[in-house]
């Protein structure tokens, strides 16, 4: 959950960002899929049936993904810069 983690800490302590839509529709998948990969994962390691182990990696797979398309691949950092690089210009 580092991007969740990372714009905790920035609306911490600089306050909650001024996006524009599309900006704040980009954060709040990010933090979609953040959570349910962390749940997904989480069930799996709780999870002692062998049976029933890895019947979610599909779906953990294709958050993954999601995940992956929605930032670019950057790291937090550069993720925030982006979207905020972007909202600005259209603001």
Do not use: Q
Not at 32 to 57: Q, R, V, Y
Request: aromatic share 8%; charged share 25%; proline share 3%.
């Amino acid at each position: 959950m580092k991007h969740t983690d990372h714009l905790s800490k920035i609306v911490s302590f600089n306050g909650v960002p001024h996006f524009n839509e599309s900006a704040f529709r980009t954060m709040m998948n990010v933090i979609f899929m953040e959570g349910a990969i962390h749940s997904l994962e989480e069930a799996k390691s709780k999870d002692s049936n062998p049976e029933t182990k890895g019947k979610n990696d599909a779906l953990l797979l294709a958050y993954k993904h999601k995940l992956e398309a929605f930032t670019w691949e950057l790291a937090p950092n550069e993720l925030m810069e982006r979207i905020m690089d972007n909202s600005a210009e259209s603001i």
